[in-house]
T-cell receptor, first 113, second 115 residues
Framework: NAGVTQTPKFRVLKTGQSMTLLCAQDMNHEYMYWYRQDPGMGLRLIHYSVGEGTTAKGEVPDGYNVSRLKKQNFLLGLESAAPSQTSVYFC????????????FGPGTRLTVT | AQSVTQLGSHVSVSEGALVLLRCNYSSSVPPYLFWYVQYPNQGLQLLLKYTSAATLVKGINGFEAEFKKSETSFHLTKPSAHMSDAAEYFCAVSDLGTGGFKTIFGAGTRLFVKA
């Protein structure tokens, strides 16, 4: 099992450009999450999904959109990148919530200039 | 409101010394508690979790944590630090709110291990 994979690993964007980050999991998990990690701030939830075809806003959703057309994939889109979106982005998945652990991908380092 | 506080953004110990990473939480209901570890340039991975069974939880790599309800704490310990323990550690709390379960991560504590 590959677990959770993320594409790409690194990306540099200019302000105003758009891009899509892809997350894939092979564990048949229902729940998927997108986080951003910034120094001293831990992980902040951007959007999440409780199943195929569903998405919901997290703590910091502004400037991002997501889609979950297939159970194994969760896409994060930036329509018009801003320097404030420079961060490391992590995707995670879990079988359920509450007591269930989240499994994380290796991250995508995004720089917006 | 749910929150997680990790005391100390950086902790430095000598190899062989006790590791103590502190985590306090606030929650209106009994929570589930987690410790995750992040090695450089990797994603987070689970060290251990508390799910209302035994209050002393043992995890991987010799780490353990004790849930103390009266102190609202879930501190992480390891009797003897190893160089390979150098990483960032995150405490997380998950509890049931009006919109379902919500998981909050602490800001993280970076552990340095000196030879």
């Amino acid at each position: 099992n590959a677990g959770v994979t993320q594409t790409p690993k690194f990306r540099v964007l200019k302000t105003g450009q758009s891009m899509t980050l892809l997350c894939a999991q092979d564990m048949n998990h229902e729940y998927m999450y997108w986080y951003r990690q910034d120094p001293g701030m831990g992980l902040r939830l951007i959007h999440y999904s409780v199943g195929e075809g569903t998405t919901a806003k997290g703590e910091v959703p502004d400037g991002y959109n997501v889609s979950r057309l297939k159970k194994q994939n969760f896409l994060l889109g930036l329509e018009s990148a801003a320097p404030s979106q420079t961060s490391v982005y992590f995707c995670a998945s879990s079988q359920d919530q509450g007591a269930h652990e989240q499994y994380f991908g290796p991250g995508t380092r995004l720089t917006v200039t | 409101a749910q929150s997680v506080t990790q005391l100390g953004s950086h902790v430095s110990v000598s190899e062989g010394a006790l590791v103590l990473l502190r985590c306090n939480y606030s929650s209106s209901v009994p929570p589930y508690l987690f410790w995750y570890v992040q090695y450089p340039n990797q994603g987070l991975q689970l060290l251990l979790k508390y799910t209302s069974a035994a209050t002393l939880v043992k995890g991987i790599n010799g780490f353990e944590a004790e849930f103390k309800k009266s102190e609202t704490s879930f501190h992480l310990t390891k009797p003897s630090a190893h160089m390979s323990d150098a990483a960032e550690y995150f405490c997380a709390v998950s509890d049931l709110g009006t919109g379902g379960f919500k998981t909050i991560f602490g800001a993280g504590t970076r552990l340095f291990v000196k030879a």
